[in-house]
């Protein structure tokens, strides 16, 4: 087996993650496809590894995903090693890809973002993804930062704590009355595992992890809505759709004006949040993790 890995045939597998399929990748590169083709097959032969899944779109497989955080790794030295030279537009910004979980964004994430110079001439590009999901992003290879609930680092990215987010089970008053109210000799958790639930996606399982803990068996009811972004989240349930988790920071100014009560105070769920990133000497990123650090210890709970 050959040990060198041609950079030509790197930069192909790359094209062909990013793009989707051969042919756009082709198009990306100026090459035709069955050049695309090739390159990926000798790179294969070279690894002694099938590096993708010749799906639609096309998925790397997990020794893939080596050979693509490689390439975007070196990608991004390149282009510091041509700003150095003088090869690149004194203007062109620096692009950062990081996924976030929706409570970050819709809460304390965006203020970090703002704590950094204008002078780094930064942009970004945040990807929205479940704190328990984002590290696969960065196991991918499809971003450089990550704020997950992981704490052990993904390979080749060190991790720093951030502190906890802490959420609350509420409803709205009409809502808690008319599914969690007195006067029934059922069980409250079996209430709640009975009541109609919202839930941010099929991947959010925090409402049921939360009736588990009171003793509800298999979780949160079938009856439940999806709502896939943070504010939306918390309108459905301040409108009476369901009960949720909702983020303290979000929920307090609410229960403060009556429009939602807390169904159990004495049991809160906090999530342990961590900042992973690339082992990269890259200034840029470095200024974004402290901007990022120094909001969450302002914000979080620790």
């Not at 890995?5 to 597998?13: A, F, K, M």
């Not at 003088?86 to 976030?100: C, F, N």
């Not at 303290?248 to 342990?272: M, N, S, T, Y």
């Not at 990269?280 to 302002?298: I, N, S, T, Y």
């Amino acid at each position: 087996m050959m040990t060198d890995l041609p950079l030509d045939q790197v930069r192909t597998l790359l094209a062909v993650v990013d793009e989707g399929t051969f042919d756009a990748a082709a198009a990306a590169l100026h090459v035709t496809p069955s050049a695309v083709s090739q390159r990926v097959k000798a790179l294969e032969q070279r690894t002694g590894r099938v590096l993708l899944m010749r799906t639609k779109p096309v998925r790397p497989t997990e020794s893939g995903e080596i050979v693509v955080r490689f390439a975007r790794r070196l990608a991004r030295l390149e282009r510091d090693a041509r700003t150095e030279l003088g090869m690149s537009d004194a203007g062109e910004p620096t692009r950062l890809s990081i996924a976030v979980n929706a409570d970050s964004l819709a809460t304390w994430f965006l203020p970090a973002l703002t704590r950094l110079p204008r002078e780094l001439r930064l942009c970004y590009e945040l990807r929205r993804e479940d704190e328990d999901h984002t590290a696969a992003l960065l196991r991918e290879g499809v971003v450089m930062a990550a704020v997950t609930s992981w704490p052990d680092p993904v390979a080749g990215c060190s991790v720093r704590a951030l502190g906890r987010m802490r959420y609350l089970a509420v409803a709205g008053p009409d809502f808690a009355g008319r599914w969690l109210g007195a006067g029934t000799d059922t069980a409250p958790h079996e209430l709640i595992a009975d009541a109609p639930v919202v839930a941010f996606d099929r991947n959010d399982d925090l409402q049921d992890e939360f009736v588990r803990g009171l003793g509800g068996g298999l979780g949160a009811s079938a009856l439940r809505h999806f709502m896939p972004t943070s504010e939306g989240f918390v309108d459905a349930v301040v409108a009476g759709l369901g009960w949720g988790m909702v983020p303290e920071v979000q929920a307090e100014p609410l229960l403060r004006a009556g429009r939602l009560v807390c169904l159990a105070p004495d049991r809160i769920v906090d999530v342990p949040l961590f900042w992973q990133q690339w082992k990269l000497d890259f200034p840029a990123l470095a200024a974004v993790a402290d901007a990022v650090a120094a909001v969450a210890a302002d914000t979080l709970r620790h």
